[in-house]
C-alpha cells in the first residue's frame, strides 16, 4: 500500500502513468478494432491477432536494418500485411468461416503458431526493436516525460481508425461488409460477393495489426512471441466494449491502458498481465449475467 | 490391390529392420584407435541458436587446440579430441532424449554440456542416471548444485553471482563518499524466472548482509515489453542502486524507457547487456549501465594452450569470422574442454570413476579464470566481473583486482 502512498504524495505520478497508458491503449484499441471487424463480419475469432501486430513490428524492423526510418514502414506494413490477410484468407481462413467455433479457433491458433516460428527463424529470439529517434518532451518540471514518438503513434492509431470508420461508412466495398455482417444470407442474396467481403475484411485486419506492429515496434520491444499479449489484450477490448461498438473499443482501449499502468504500479510490474486477464474473467462473467438479446453488428 | 499393400508391407518391415540393425549396430566407443570423443547436445536451432553456435564454436576450438598441441595424454599414449554433437533443438525434452542417445548408443562416457540452464536441468538427470560425467559451461543456475548431482561440474560462475558484485560495489562507493552502506538504497526488478529469481536471490543475500534498504521489489512478467510503472516508481523513490535482470528483453526495455523517461540513478546494473546490444541501440543513454561479465578478455588469466584471455580473444577472431567482440559463452565453452584434458591426463585411465575423482580434484589456471570445483561441482575459484558502460566501450571496474578503469559514479 505504500505504492498508493506515493502517488497520493506525489500527484505528478498520476499524470506519467495516466499518459503512459492513454498513449499505449490508443494502439491496443486500433488492434481491438481490428479483431471486432474480422469478428463481426466473418464470426472468425482471430487468435493470431497478436502475430500480426508482431509481423508489422518486424516488417520496421527489417526496414531499420536496411536504413529506412521504421516510420516510412507504415505504408510498406499495410500494404504487405493487406496482401498477406488476402493471402492466408483465400488458404486457410475461407475453410472455416462458415465452421463451428472450435474449427477457426484452431485455424487461427495454428496460424498464430506457424507465424511465431517463422519469425523466430527469420530474426532469432532476442527482442528486437525500431529506434525513431524522435525526441523526448519533458514537461511539469521534469515529473513528466514522454517520448515523441508515443504521442505521434497515439494521434496516427486515432487517424488510422477514422479512416476505417470512413471507410466502413462512405464506400461501397464498406457497405458491403457492414450489410454481409448484418445478414450474410441477404447481402449474397443482394449481389453481394461475400467471399470477396470476408477476404478484404480479414485483409484489412492484417494491414491494421501490420500498423499497429510499426507503432509499437517504436515504442516498446518486439518478440517473435510477444504477439500472444496483444491477441489477449484484443479479446478483452473487444469482450468488454462489444463488437459493433467503435466508441467503445476506443474508450476500452485506452481504459485498459491507464489500468494496466495503475495497477502495475500499485500490485508491481508482475500483475501487468495478470491484470488483462484478470480483466477478462470479470467481463466474461457480467457480460454472461446481463446477456442481452439484441444481436451486434459492426457500424 | 493386394500386392500393392503386400509391397508396402514389405517395404515397412524392410525399412523398420533397418532402423534396428542401425540401432543395435556396433556403438561408437568413447576411445577408438588414437581418439577420444566427447558429446553434446547443443541448440543449433530454437531460440537458443545464437549462443548453442557461440559454446560450439569455443568446444571446436580448444579441441583443435589441444590436437594442434599433441592431444590427450594418457597410460602413455597420445590421443586426439572430437565432438560428437546433436542439435536439441532449444527444447529440454529433446536435449535428454539425446543425452541419453549420446550415452547408450553412441557409447559416450565423457560429456560436455548444452547451453542454457534449462538444458543443463534437463540433461543432468541422464548423465547421473548414467553415472557419465559431464563438464558444463553455460548453465549457470544454482539450482543445479543444489540437487545432489555427483557428475556435474561446471567451470561457470553460478547465477547468484551475477549481480551480487553490484552490490559490494554500492557499499565500496558508500563508505567512499563518508556514509554508511546502510543507507543505500535499492531498487530491484526482476523477471519472474529461475535465473532472474537466482540472480535476484544472490542480489538479496548481500543487501542484507550490508543491512541496505529495499524500495522497490518489483518481478517483471515473462513477456516483457515495459516497465514503465517500475520506472516510474523509481523516479519517485529516488533509489541509489537500481539493478535489472531479465534476459535481453529486460535489458532492451529497460535500455529504451530509462532513456525515454530520463531515469537518473546513480548507478544501474543489469544482466545482459551485450545480448540485448544495448550500446548500439541506445548510445550515450547506456553511459554508466554496469554490466555483469563471467569473463573479460582484459583480464589477466592465462594458460599454456591459448595464452593469455587477450590471446584467447585474438585467436577467435582469426579462426571464426563475425566476432567483433568475443562472447563470454565461447571462452567457458573452451574451458570446459580444457578441463577433460587436465582430467582425463591426471586420471591417467579412461575409467569413469577414476576420471570422475580427477574431475572433482581439479584445480587448474585457464585463460578463463581458476577453476576448482565445489562438492556440488560449480566452480568456486573464479569471480564475476563487473564492466560498465564508458562512452560507449565496457570496461571492467569490479572487482579491483581486475580493472581497467575507475567506475564512473555517479553516472552521467
Known amino acids: 500500500m505504500d505504492n498508493i502512498s506515493l502517488l497520493t504524495m506525489a500527484p505528478v505520478l498520476n499524470v506519467q502513468l495516466l499518459v503512459d497508458g492513454l498513449l499505449i491503449g490508443a494502439i491496443f484499441a486500433l ?23 508482431m509481423m508489422g513490428g518486424y516488417i520496421a524492423y527489417a526496414m531499420t536494418l536496411a536504413g529506412i526510418h521504421p516510420f516510412l514502414a507504415l505504408p510498406v506494413a499495410i500494404v504487405l500485411m493487406f496482401a498477406f490477410g488476402w493471402l492466408i484468407y483465400k488458404t486457410v481462413i ?36 525500431a529506434e525513431s529517434g524522435f525526441g523526448i518532451g519533458e514537461y511539469l518540471d521534469g515529473g513528466l516525460t514522454v517520448s515523441n514518438i508515443k504521442v505521434i503513434a497515439f494521434f496516427l492509431a486515432l487517424a488510422l481508425a477514422l479512416v476505417v470508420v470512413l471507410f466502413m461508412k462512405k464506400s461501397r466495398m464498406g457497405q458491403a461488409i457492414r450489410a454481409t455482417s448484418q445478414n450474410a444470407r441477404a447481402a449474397r442474396i443482394m449481389g453481394i460477393d461475400t467471399d470477396k467481403v470476408y477476404a478484404i475484411t ?35 477490448i473487444v ?23 495503475f495497477g502495475s504500479f500499485i ?30 453488428v459492426v457500424k | 490391390m493386394t500386392n500393392i499393400l503386400l509391397n508396402k508391407t514389405v517395404g515397412i518391415v524392410a525399412g523398420v529392420a533397418a532402423i534396428g540393425m542401425l540401432a543395435s549396430a556396433p556403438a561408437m566407443a568413447k576411445v577408438e584407435g588414437d581418439t577420444i570423443t566427447l558429446g553434446s547436445a547443443i541448440s543449433f536451432t530454437g531460440k537458443y541458436s545464437t549462443n548453442g553456435i557461440h559454446a560450439s564454436n569455443g568446444y571446436n576450438l ?65 548423465t547421473e542416471k548414467f553415472k557419465i560425467p559431464m563438464v558444463e559451461a553455460e548453465g549457470a543456475s544454482r539450482s543445479l548444485f543444489t540437487q545432489g548431482y555427483k557428475y556435474i561440474f561446471a567451470v561457470l560462475s553460478t547465477s547468484e553471482q551475477y549481480l551480487a558484485s553490484s552490490i559490494a560495489l554500492a557499499a565500496e562507493i558508500a563508505k567512499k563518499n563518508g556514509k554508511k552502506p546502510g543507507d543505500v538504497k535499492v531498487a530491484m526488478a526482476f523477471e519472474n524466472d529461475p535465473f532472474s529469481l537466482d540472480v535476484r536471490a544472490g542480489v538479496v543475500d548481500d543487501i542484507k548482509k550490508h543491512g541496505m534498504k529495499i524500495v522497490i521489489d518489483d518481478k517483471l512478467p515473462r513477456d516483457l515489453s515495459d516497465m514503465s510503472s517500475t520506472l516510474t516508481k523509481v523516479r519517485a523513490v529516488k533509489p541509489d542502486l537500481l539493478v535489472i535482470s531479465g534476459h535481453s528483453k529486460g535489458a532492451a526495455t529497460a535500455a529504451r524507457q530509462i532513456k525515454e523517461m530520463k531515469i537518473k ?93 580427477a574431475l572433482s580434484d581439479t584445480d587448474m589456471k585457464t585463460f578463463y579464470g581458476n577453476i576448482k570445483f565445489s562438492a556440488a561441482g560449480n ?19 569490479f572487482p579491483a583486482r581486475w580493472a581497467t578503469n575507475e567506475v564512473d559514479w555517479p553516472r552521467k
Open chain 1, 31 to 53: 488492434v481491438a478494432y481490428g479483431l471486432a471487424l474480422v469478428w463481426g463480419v466473418t464470426n472468425v475469432k482471430n487468435l493470431a491477432q497478436g502475430d500480426f501486430v
Open chain 1, 94 to 129: 475461407y475453410r472455416v468461416v462458415d465452421k463451428d467455433l472450435f474449427t477457426s479457433l484452431l485455424a487461427t491458433f495454428g496460424i498464430a503458431i506457424v507465424v511465431q516460428q517463422l519469425l523466430n527463424l527469420i530474426f532469432g529470439p532476442e527482442v528486437k526493436i
Open chain 1, 202 to 236: 480479414f485483409a484489412l485486419n492484417a494491414a491494421i495489426c501490420g500498423a499497429a506492429g510499426v507503432l509499437i515496434s517504436m515504442i516498446w520491444v518486439i518478440q517473435p512471441y510477444f504477439g500472444t499479449s496483444y491477441s489477449i489484450r484484443a479479446f478483452v
Open chain 1, 239 to 261: 469482450t468488454a466494449a462489444g463488437l459493433g461498438n467503435l466508441p467503445g473499443v476506443i474508450m476500452a482501449g485506452l481504459g485498459l491502458g491507464a489500468l494496466e499502468q
Open chain 1, 267 to 296: 500490485l508491481g510490474a508482475e500483475f501487468q498481465q495478470a491484470i488483462v486477464v484478470g480483466l477478462l474473467l470479470v467481463i466474461l462473467v457480467i457480460r454472461q449475467i446481463q446477456q442481452s438479446r439484441h444481436r451486434q
Open chain 2, 62 to 126: 580448444a579441441v583443435r587446440m589441444i590436437n594442434a598441441a599433441g592431444g590427450v595424454k594418457v597410460g602413455g599414449k597420445s590421443y586426439k579430441l572430437a565432438v560428437k554433437y546433436y542439435d536439441d533443438e532449444s527444447t529440454p525434452a529433446r536435449g535428454a532424449q539425446l543425452a541419453e542417445r549420446l550415452i547408450k548408443q553412441d557409447g559416450i562416457k565423457f560429456m560436455l554440456g548444452p547451453y542454457s540452464s534449462g538444458l543443463t536441468k534437463a540433461i543432468a538427470p541422464v
Open chain 2, 265 to 357: 540513478v546513480p548507478l544501474i546494473a543489469m544482466t545482459h547487456c551485450e545480448a540485448a546490444k544495448v550500446i548500439s541501440k541506445f548510445g550515450d543513454s547506456t553511459n554508466g549501465f554496469l554490466c555483469p561479465t563471467q569473463w573479460s578478455e582484459t583480464m589477466s588469466y592465462k594458460d599454456n594452450l591459448f595464452g593469455t584471455a587477450g590471446e584467447f580473444d585474438a585467436k577467435v577472431k582469426s579462426t571464426y569470422e563475425g566476432y567483433r567482440n568475443v562472447p563470454y559463452q565461447l571462452a567457458q565453452a573452451a574451458a570446459a574442454v580444457m578441463v577433460w584434458k587436465d582430467a582425463l591426463e591426471r586420471a591417467n585411465s579412461f575409467d569413469i570413476a577414476k576420471v570422475r575423482q
Open chain 2, 379 to 397: 566452480n568456486i575459484a573464479k569471480p564475476m566481473a563487473l564492466r560498465q558502460i564508458q562512452k560507449g566501450k565496457l570496461n571492467v571496474v
